[in-house]
């Protein structure tokens, strides 16, 4: 992360290692030397590098010289060359802890995260209390997502740490990521009116983002209104965090003023029709993406988005023609393909359905969802043999995966002819919830199941566990109408008639929403 | 002549059971021939389908089995569709009216019948005596208008409605049911209203560049239409006083028949992606529905199937009608059970119907004992709308096999198609269908359209080898067909119950005599009760096997019952009811 905060911390190192250099005295390397760290802290980094070059070329085993060259280098974003130089530099003067710290650094930047672990490591057993290589060691663990190491590494320099919002944002996002989640609100609730880069501010603003924990970060993001230079990213990402917390209105605003202002990108747009779907008005929804699409049509997701939204709105011949496009645009996307498998299914296209999904598994031959859409689409196009092959293949590639055992669960119920279909669907959908929890469908499933069951023989244990799978879908966030009629036909059944009826009444609301979108429950 | 009477009463006690035929049918011999060409039936149904892909044509078309000259011998109508503003047949397309000449022939007496066309594209009919004067008269749905055409008596019909106020104007009317909701002797008269349509700006779909029908929810559902007779020849619309103004949706076919067994008649209503209505009748001219707390509605996960064709009878013999519902392929036609008590039991898989009609889209449907072993099997016929279907499917075809299901007694069934005969082994585009035994043998017989071909006549060969009983209701307080009336026939332990109902199947009207199938002949004394429509009961007991009889309503004293036509083969009774 953050190659913002390695430039100020090369920067920093460099002019350490200035400041610290052995310089020969009396000869002309040093002078051009000296007038090279001169003209660095000047901001003169063109001068600064011509000289440093002399001197290398004069004193070409001086690890002093060597490393502010790199230093410059790096600050240059030269960072390849960089390498070269603090990598001689530490040939030089092994035992110099100064030129493999500013090796670490760059090699950081780099991307080489083992060789700066490495380095870094082999720093802190020399020298334990190295707070740099300390605060070095924890961004470059953040990075490589061993999270809990990078929180306890920078939660023991958190002078270093404060002082560069970069670094605030790299340990706030470990406490995320450990699951202490309020660390990482208050260490940045800590950053609020502390002066410190606007940069800094939004990388931790979008740490918090990423976690969800959307009141810290819109508070950073509005801390930096006022001198955040790139002003649409920002209000885009103040217009996502209302999104995300359910103000769509303020978010559709927000994105209003930003398209006012002719800044709008096409991501704003995007996020736009989002809100407009979101609102029940599916005209202009359609008509956000499109621009969103206009302004970047090298940008697959709008397509993609463009195609759901169309869908959910049951507007599937035009959903079709925006994922043609999406396939012709993207023929290497498995995406694509899948999302015109996705609206074949709807249109029970089956057999295009299967010639889609087979060629986003052929795109995408690890993607379980292609592979779960292949197998489905040969299951409505009537090749039910081949699709029991496929599902079962994808058992056996994908034995933990929760989505297979879901699909082929929910296709064997929804086609069930007898009780021995049934009892491989019941078998497979509780292998689904067993593997993962918090999926609400398989709950849904399992609840109509029941209900599917007992038809002949409506017993009282049957419909109680109808309920608590019904009860524990709604919980898990299904909200759709399917569950509450359900719901409504086991409290009946279990003779708690007036929680079937307020059930059925809320199945009325929604379904008249589902098959009116642009109308809102309760017809408000 | 009441030694007479005491005589056959004594002969047709179960004890001694009935005059055993000599014919039988050899082990190879079908259960149903089709009889169609040989039976001089020649017409071709005509859709008008054209490039333009108007849905309407895909629907049709209806057929009714009804004696129109009361002569004992069940006639034929065939309803056609029409021209459209984008198709003209290469004659004018013509409804057909054929009589049964007695001798398994039908002529065609359309030309005569003021029948042959009609002033918009027909879709169904329903034959009932709205005007009690003894003859049926006809009602005729379609799109943009309805007609109800009265019987002369004569062999022709006069289009009285304008007059009676039936037009069913701008709608397109789908299945229609004669029934006495309000109980007052006289036929009122239901139609399900399909969809809003219009040649001119209807949706447009296609698969890939071809043109296709579109899927029925790209049209606006209709409300149902009600109408009131007023016993003089006129009728009123009450569908918004009845409570009916607010049921949109896409109703196809209706059945009438009293679902909770209170002695009026209520209405199961089969919707095409809207959910079914059970409608039931309040007492005071007005239904509620309860489909969705009958759970008869929707599909297990909240969604409307695509109801076409319904019917109502006794599945289980437990006494009280079932529905049968025909949907699309995948959503499987759909069997309830009527326990007495809400919700109804889906039995769709348990009868073995999801496994059976699962590839189908199936249209008309009628309960029926074709072997006269008690219990009701089912026949009916399927036939997808999709012409590109098997270009994405590759388990359900674009024509689709009829299929004659046997009921085990329990509500099971299984499919009988290497029996049933050649016709239930081919494919077709099956849409009316209607039941009644037109050469009055005891088997009931079936008839069925196909869009753009000539309809099938099939001709049972088996019922009558079973013992039988047939039954014609003549109200006289109520409505004179009797519309409405559960006849409960007892022997010994075993209870048989029927109802003439209203409406039913797909787009067709059905020969309204009762057949009880006894089986093997039975040892015990038969029963028969009946409640009128408009709620009085009689009891029958001197019943004869193997042959038809009518019984008129009494409002008390012993029954009055007369036998109106013979079976083939049973001997001509005569019975003096005084």
Not at chain 1, 300 to 322: F, G, P, W
Not at chain 1, 378 to 395: I, P, T, V, Y
Not at chain 2, 142 to 163: C, M, Q, V, W
Not at chain 2, 432 to 446: C, H, I, K, P, S
Request: some cysteine.
């Amino acid at each position: 992360m953050n190659a913002r905060v390695l430039a100020a911390l090369t920067g920093l190192l460099c002019s350490v290692c200035a400041m610290s250099g052995q310089v020969d005295t009396p000869d002309i390397a040093s002078e051009h030397a000296e007038r090279g760290v001169q003209s660095a802290q000047a901001g003169d980094l063109v001068r600064a590098e011509a000289e440093l070059r002399r001197a290398v070329e004069l004193a070409p085993e001086n690890a002093s010289y060597l490393t502010s060259l790199g230093g410059i280098l790096g600050m240059e974003q030269k960072l390849e060359e960089a390498n070269v130089y603090f990598e001689r530099a530490v040939k030089c003067d092994p035992a110099d802890p100064t030129p493999r710290r500013n090796l670490a650094a760059n090699q950081w930047r780099l991307g080489q995260l083992n060789q700066a672990q490495a380095n870094l490591e082999r720093l802190l057993r020399a020298q334990p209390q190295d707070k740099v290589a300390t605060l070095l060691l924890g961004m470059v663990s953040e990075n490589e997502k061993n999270y809990a190491r990078a929180a306890k590494l920078l939660a023991t320099v958190p002078e270093l740490v404060e002082q560069r919002p970069e670094s605030v944002a790299a340990l706030a996002n470990s406490y995320y990521q450990t699951g202490r989640r309020e660390r990482a609100h208050d260490l940045l609730e800590g950053l609020l009116g502390r002066p410190a880069s606007s940069q800094g501010i939004y990388a931790a603003a979008g740490v918090a983002a990423q976690a969800r924990d959307y009141g810290i970060a819109e508070k950073l993001f509005e801390s930096i209104q006022s001198s955040y230079p790139d002003k649409e990213a920002l209000e885009y990402n103040l217009a996502l965090i209302q999104f995300r917390t359910e103000r769509v209105a303020e978010s559709q605003k927000t994105l209003l003023d930003l398209v006012n202002t002719g800044r709008a990108k096409s991501a704003a747009y995007n996020l736009l029709g989002w809100c407009y779907a979101k609102e029940n008005k599916p005209g202009e929804a359609v008509h956000a993406i499109e621009n969103a699409i206009r302004l970047d049509p090298s940008n697959e997701s709008n397509y993609l988005d463009l195609t759901t939204i169309l869908m959910d709105n049951h507007r599937l011949v035009a959903a079709l023609e925006v994922a043609r496009k999406a396939v012709e645009a993207f023929p290497q996307s498995g995406a694509a393909y899948r999302a015109k498998g996705m609206v074949e299914m709807k249109m029970d296209q089956f057999t295009d359905a299967v010639r889609s999904y087979g060629q986003a598994v052929g795109l995408e031959p690890k993607s379980v969802d292609a592979k779960v859409g292949l197998a489905s689409a040969n299951w409505g196009a009537g090749k039910r043999a081949q699709a029991e092959a496929q599902f079962q293949s994808l058992l056996k590639e994908h034995p933990s995966d929760a989505t297979a055992y879901e699909s082929y669960g929910s296709s064997l119920l929804n086609g069930a002819t007898d009780a021995a279909m049934l009892g491989r669907a019941a078998a497979l959908l509780k292998k689904a919830v067993e593997l993962d929890s918090s999926r609400a469908e398989p709950h849904y499933q399992l609840g109509i199941l029941e209900l599917k069951k007992s038809a002949a023989d409506v017993s009282p244990d049957s419909m109680r566990q109808a309920l608590a799978e019904l009860q524990n879908a709604v919980k898990l966030g299904l909200s759709d109408s399917r569950v509450h009629y359900a719901l409504a036909r086991v409290y009946r059944r279990l003779g708690r008639e007036n929680e079937a009826a307020s059930e059925m009444q809320l199945y009325k609301e929604l379904k008249a929403t589902e098959e009116n979108p642009g109308q809102t429950p309760g017809g408000t | 002549m009441r030694w007479a009477a005491m005589l056959l009463l004594a002969l047709l006690m179960c004890s001694i059971g009935p005059v055993r035929r000599t014919d039988s049918v050899s082990a190879a011999q079908e259960f149903f021939t089709d009889v169609t060409a040989q039976a001089g039936i020649h017409w071709r149904h005509f859709s008008g389908e054209s490039q333009e892909k108007y849905l309407i044509e895909a629907m049709g078309g209806g057929v009714a089995f009804f004696d129109f000259d009361r002569d004992g011998r069940e006639d034929l109508l065939f309803l056609t569709g029409g021209e459209t503003p984008k198709s003209k047949g290469p004659a004018p397309p013509l409804n057909a009216l054929y009589r049964n000449t007695g001798d398994g022939k039908f002529e065609d007496v359309t030309a005569k019948s003021g029948i042959a066309r009609l002033p918009f594209y027909g879709m169904g009919v329903a034959a009932g005596d709205f005007d009690n004067d003894g003859y049926p008269d006809l009602f005729i749905t379609g799109y943009p208008s309805s007609a109800l055409l009265h019987n002369n008596r004569d062999g022709t019909f006069t289009d009285i409605s304008e007059k009676a106020g039936v037009k069913n104007v701008g709608k397109w009317g789908a299945s229609a049911a004669w029934f006495d909701y309000d109980r007052d002797g006289r036929l009122d008269l239901f139609v399900a209203n399909y969809a809003k349509f219009s040649y001119e700006d209807g949706p447009h779909c296609d698969y890939q560049g071809m043109r296709t029908y579109c899927a029925q929810v790209a049209y606006e559902g209709e409300r149902p239409t009600l109408y009131h007779n007023n016993g003089d020849g006129t009728f009123t619309d009450v569908t918004e006083q009845a409570g009916l103004g607010k049921l949109i949706g896409r109703a196809l076919g209706v059945v009438a028949i009293d679902a909770d067994d209170d002695g009026w008649p209520d209405l199961f209503v089969a919707r095409d992606a809207s959910p079914n209505l059970l409608l039931v009748n309040q007492h005071d001219g007005t239904f509620k529905d309860v489909a969705l707390d009958a759970e008869v509605a929707l599909s297990a996960d909240g969604t409307a199937r695509a109801g076409m064709g319904v019917d109502a009878g006794d599945v289980n013999g437990d006494g009280r009608p079932d529905f049968v519902v025909t949907d699309f392929n995948d959503e499987t036609h759909a069997l309830f059970l009527n326990s007495g008590k809400s919700p109804y039991r889906e039995w769709t898989r348990e009868s073995g119907l999801a496994a059976l009609t699962r590839s189908f889209v199936g249209w008309g449907i009628h309960f029926i004992d074709f072997d006269n072993d008690g219990n009701l099997d089912l026949v009916l016929v399927n036939g997808h709308i999709n012409q590109v279907i098997e270009k994405t499917r590759v388990d359900v075809s674009y024509n689709e096999p009829p299929l004659l299901l046997a009921n085990n007694g329990k509500g099971v069934f299984r499919n009988v198609r290497e029996q049933a005969g050649a016709v239930f082994r081919n494919r077709y585009l099956g849409r009316g269908l209607a039941v009644g035994d037109y050469d009055n043998d005891g088997g009931v017989d079936v008839v069925f359209t196909r869009l753009n071909e000539a309809p099938i006549l099939l001709h049972n060969n088996v019922g009558h080898l079973k013992t039988w009983i047939g039954i014609e209701l003549q109200g006289t307080k109520s409505n004179r067909d009797a519309i409405g009336a559960k006849l409960t026939l007892r022997c010994g332990a075993r209870k048989l119950v029927r109802w003439i109902t209203g409406g039913a199947s797909y787009l067709s009207s059905h020969d309204q005599r009762v057949i009880f199938g006894l089986g093997e002949a039975p040892t015990s004394p038969v029963r028969l009760e009946i409640r009128w429509p408009n709620g009085n009961t009689q009891a029958v007991t001197r019943l004869k096997l193997n042959q038809y009889q009518t019984i008129v309503e009494q409002a008390s004293g012993p029954e009055l019952l007369r036998n109106t036509t013979t079976s083939r083969l049973a001997p001509w009774y005569i019975i003096d009811a005084n």
